[in-house]
Structure formats: structure tokens, C-alpha cells
């Protein structure tokens, strides 16, 4: 969805004197009765409201875990807030860790005011050692929770447990299950966001299909439209209104052409050999909609009477009720319509999470019958990836990014997304990866100003190696430097240099040629500069791959254990070959290191041959 507003919140946490930490499998609820104290200024940073030392007698008390928003007169409410609890430990040396279930979204905890952790990324269920930072006595626990969007808080249970026991916690009902299986197509994929309004002068169909063969070149093999449908009017925002404020889902935008344009670029990226989805927004409609003229009681409503939208900030359109079956079956109905009749070949479902997963489960049953498709889901509910969804966004690994280039949190950060990530879905889904989207770009900062030239191509190569598949959005070719606004036209400048397009078609090919990427295994590789190297391999067979990245701007030495008996079991040579520059390193069985030079926010790959 397009128009998003930034929330911070903040929340500490004291724990009730009357809880002991010593005892066997010890695992202790922290659910109930906090302090609360709202901070409007966002000062409390600045004021120590973390330290335990601070009076907090003018604090409120709440209940957690809930989300914020439903606390007394704090509906409206954006900004931080803090919350808090004490807690008793008795100095036993079993290592102990805050498990949170659920923040909404980022997070960074002390205990006794020092830093134990942080998280970044909404929904995912963290964990935090807190061991070294207690003392004998009363302890306090404070957490800083940063809400982007929406809703903010602890939503979910906060418990105290043994750290060798966490996995219990952290394992979601749908690990071991299977995610569904995925056409060959889709697990290979390489997306590109196509914003039309941007993407060419004219910002048309037809703009698109002149520059087919370019997108093909660069190795793009499937093409998301951002909506394509007629825009809402009325409470629209901006001169043009945003995309996702649909007027009439059986037709298309007039600024972009016609139906037959629409069917002609869709034959045009079929004939060379490529995919196109569309943004499906099934959630909500613009208020001047077809279905409010036409079904109004298909729409929520308050207690009223009257139609609402979404949330507060989502003016411009208004939120449906799955509760109706008729909706159900329209909706499922056009979906069809576009595979069957246009020719499409799935969907990105934009705010996927706020539908009712039986009605995409019902719906991907009633596409699957018509052609193999993909379905990307704007949204993390590993629920969705069994039967409904090929890929969910990975919005954990963007969340991760800024934190790690600018040296705030160590590169195991990345090893605890990804653990928590396996441990959450289900085996052999697949995650969206990328380093901006049409969102984080209009909302955030244009990737290049947000992450710099180099800090660019250093994520650009971390979300195209991951396991997963990668995104490029609109403009990324030339490091776009412009918010490209959801509810204008803002063209993309393309006369600017294209270093990124050299890249990003040098790791398509990758992806292409190596099944490492797009099927092999990830195994993690130690480095002696575990605070700012990241390396890991990725296996598939005989075809094995090296990745090597350093997110310090400073240049690094460092040395590199490689798992040879792992990968190359009764091999007597290997030689690893740098796909950037073809120079080769060779080395035999018995050596497990190997020294590795990177510039400043570096990144190699290496091919491995036996």
C-alpha cells in the first residue's frame, strides 16, 4: 500500500520482584501488568528513561502483550512510548534469554542499562541474552520498540528462558510442514517492479513494451505492474491519486492505454520468454470504487454504521469485508478473469496479510486449474506459503541492512534472521529479498541515498546470493536518486550512469548459470572479522559458490575457514575463481583457510572447482 507515516515507539520493560530465574528448564511468563509512560517529545533516550535509577512514580500502568493503540487514549497515538517491569535473579549460571513473540516493528533492549540486543523487522520472533548484564537482586529490563507504520507494541507473549532452550519458543507451528511446491519458473525468478508512471516518458503500456528487450538483456525473467486499474477520485491524495486506490478492478488505468494495449505488452513479454503478474490490492478499494456504487454492505463499517477505511493514515480508500461470501466470489471471479482471459501469469498481493488466508487458499485452488502461476505475497505469515503463496516478503533482511552498514549491529545479525526464518516457515519456502521497493523508496529514501554507492552494490549482491529471490524496482539500473511518489509522475532520470545495470545483469547471469543460487544449500563460513565479514556458500552438487562481503567501510584482511571436508569430501585440489576479475586461488584438501582482501563495503564471489 502507498501511503504509509513513521511511528517510533519506545517501551521499557521492569519485571515483577517475585520472580526467581534459578530453577530447572525455568521459563517464565512476563505477560501482564507494566508501566507505561508515553513520550510524545521522543527525549527519553536523551533523559535515560532506560536507566534503572529513574523515578517513574508519574508512569501509568497497561497490560502487554497488546498493541499499543489499544491502551486509554492512546488510539491515536504516534510516537514512543516506554514500558516497564523489574525482576529478581538469583545469580544462578545458567544463561538466560528475553524471548518476544512478536514487536511491531523494531527493537533494542537493555538490562541494568546496558545494551543486550536489538531486532529489526515486524513480526518476526526474536530472542536477546541477557546473562552477562544481570547482577544479584532486583534487575530492569527496558526495551525500545520502533514502530514504522500502523499499530506499534509487544503484541505478542515476552517470556524468560534458559538460552539452550529456545528454539522451543522460537519454532512456529509450521516448521517441518512443506511449502507448497513452486513452478520451475518461479523458483527461478529474477522480478522487476514496474512503476508505469516512472518508468518511461510517456508512462504508458506501450513505454514498457519499447523497452522489453533492455529488461531481457539485463536478465529479467519476470515483471511485476504495480496496479494497473482505474484510479479513485474522490479523498484522493496527490494530483493522480495512488495506484492502490482502485476504482474498478475489470479495467485499466486510461493514463497507461487501453485493454488492447494491456493484452498487447502481455504477448510481448510472453514472446521473449519472460513472465508478467500484476499488483492485485484485494484488501481495499478508492472510495468512488464500483463495488461501493454496487455492494456497499460489502465494505466494514463501525459501529455507526459508517464505512471506514483501513486505518487511520489510509484515507483515500476503503477496507472490505471478507465476511461477505458475494465479495468472496467476485473477487475470486475477476482474479480468474485476468489469468484466463489476459493472459497474465499471477500476482503480487499487496497487504496480503490483512485477507483472510482461506480466501487465498480458495483462490490459488481456482488459478492452479487454469495455469502453473506465481503468487507474491506482500507480507511475512509463514501460513501463507502452504498452500496460497510461492514467495512472501523477506522484510526482515531490508530491515537488517541499514543497522549493518553503518557498523550499529554484527553480521550475525543475518544468522539470526535467516535461523528464525527456517525455524518459522514452512521448509522450501521462498522469501522476496530485496534493497528497495516501490515503498521504502517513496516512504523511506531512494536506495542510493539512503545506503551510498558503495552500500548499494554491497546489499545489491547480498539479496541477489541469499536463498530467495531478488526484486529490482524501477530505476534501480542507474542508482534512481528520486522518490518516485505514488500519487505523481515523477520520471526516473535515466541519463545517469549505469554501474548498477552492469551489476545487476552480471548477478542475474549468476543465477542463471549457477543452481548454488537458486537451489543450493547455504552454509555459513567463518571469518576472523566476525564483527564486519560476512561469508557463506551456497552448494548444489558439484556447483558451489563463495560469497564473500564486508559491511565496514574500512578495507579488511581477512582469513577464511572453509568446511573442505563438508564440500569437497576426497577432493585432492580446488580453486576458487573470482567471477569480478577471473583470478584464481587454489588450494588442497588440508587447507581450510584462506586469506581474503575487500575494499570498504567489498563484496567477492567465487566459483569453486574441483
Known sequence: MGSMSTVLLIFVFIIPSNIALA?????????????????????????????????????????????????????????????????QFDGAAESLSVHFAGVDDDAIVWVNGIEVGSHTGYS???????????????????????????????????????????????????????????????????????????????????GLERRLPDLKKIGVTVLWLMPIHPVGIKNRKGSLGSPYAVRDYYAVNPEFGTVEDFKRLVGAVHKLGMKIIIDLVANHTAWDSRLMFEHPEWFTHNERGEIIPPNADWTDVADLDYSHRGLRT???????????DMGIDGYRCDVAELVPTDFWNAARKRLNAIKPIMMLAEGSLPEHQLSAFDVSYAWNTYDALDPLLKGKRPVALLDQILRTEKLQFPTGSLRLRFNTNHDKNAWDAPAIEKFGLEGLKLSTVLVNTLPGIPLMYTGEEVANGRKLSLFEKVDVDWSRPREMERLYQSLFKLRKDHKALTRGEMIRVESSEEQSVYAFL??????????????????????????????????????????????????????HEVEIILGG?????????E
Request: glycine share 10%.
Open 23 to 87: 530453577e530447572m528448564n525455568f521459563q517464565q511468563s512476563l505477560n501482564g501488568e507494566w508501566l507505561f509512560k508515553a513520550d510524545a517529545l521522543k527525549s527519553g533516550i536523551n533523559e535515560g528513561w532506560n536507566k534503572d535509577s529513574l523515578d517513574r512514580s508519574d508512569w501509568g500502568t497497561v497490560e502487554a502483550p497488546a498493541f499499543w493503540e489499544f491502551y486509554p487514549g492512546l488510539a491515536g497515538y504516534d510516537g514512543w512510548g516506554w514500558y516497564a517491569r523489574t525482576f
Open 538 to 591: 551456497r552448494s548444489a552438487g558439484k556447483d558451489k559458490m563463495l560469497v564473500v562481503l564486508n559491511f565496514s567501510p574500512d578495507s579488511v584482511s581477512t582469513t577464511l575457514t572453509l568446511p573442505v571436508e563438508r564440500v569437497f569430501a576426497g577432493v585432492n585440489q580446488v580453486a576458487m575463481r573470482d567471477v569480478f576479475t577471473d583470478g584464481r586461488i587454489e588450494f588442497g584438501e588440508e587447507m
Open 330 to 340: 467476485y473477487m475470486t471471479d475477476m482474479i480468474a478473469y485476468w489469468v484466463r
Open 124 to 206: 518476526d520472533p526474536f530472542a536477546v541474552e541477557v546473562t552477562a548484564a544481570l547482577r544479584p537482586g532486583e534487575n530492569l529490563l527496558v526495551v525500545l520498540v520502533i514502530d514504522h507504520a500502523g499499530g506499534g507494541g509487544i503484541y505478542k507473549p515476552i517470556t524468560i528462558i534458559e538460552t539452550r532452550r529456545l528454539e522451543e519458543l522460537l519454532k512456529g507451528e509450521f516448521s517441518g510442514m512443506s511449502a507448497m511446491k513452486s513452478a520451475d519458473w518461479v523458483r527461478d525468478a529474477v522480478i522487476y517492479e514496474v512503476y508505469l508512471r516512472s518508468f518511461s516518458s510517456d508512462g504508458t503500456f506501450a
Open 601 to 609: 563495503q567489498g563484496y567477492r564471489i567465487f566459483v569453486l572447482e
